[in-house]
Nanobody, 119 residues
Framework: QVQLVESGGGLVQAGGSLRLSCAASGRTFSRYDMGWFRQAPGKGRVLVAALRGSSSSTYYAGSAQGRFIISRDNAKNTVSLQMNSLKSEDTAVYYC????????????WGQGTQVTVSS
């Protein structure tokens, strides 16, 4: 069982930056693929960025490419999402998720953290 706890959300002006963090429990955290998803009001949950546990290769959605950076610290069991040049359309609840199988099947989820970008 893995527990994920997000932090770092808040209110920021357009053009600003935020850094989200996700603290994970569990001894095998370093093997898991990790992802950051977001869900805007009235919309579905979408993958924003992901990081492989095996190779540390990354994936970014088009909307995040060039502005967001996903990283992990296996020694601290944390994964972070640095978000720069924020836009009002980045407003959403952001979720951290873990995929133990490496097959894009995220089975562990955090409770979410709200990010609000004011224009």
């Amino acid at each position: 069982q893995v527990q994920l706890v997000e932090s770092g959300g808040g209110l920021v002006q357009a053009g600003g930056s935020l850094r989200l963090s996700c603290a994970a429990s569990g001894r095998t955290f370093s093997r898991y693929d990790m992802g950051w998803f977001r869900q805007a009001p009235g919309k579905g949950r979408v993958l924003v960025a992901a990081l492989r546990g095996s190779s540390s290769s990354t994936y970014y959605a088009g909307s995040a490419q060039g502005r967001f950076i996903i990283s992990r610290d296996n020694a601290k069991n944390t994964v972070s999402l640095q978000m720069n040049s924020l836009k009002s359309e980045d407003t959403a609840v952001y979720y951290c998720a873990a995929d133990p199988s490496g097959s894009a099947n995220y089975v562990y989820w955090g409770q979410g953290t709200q990010v609000t970008v004011s224009s």
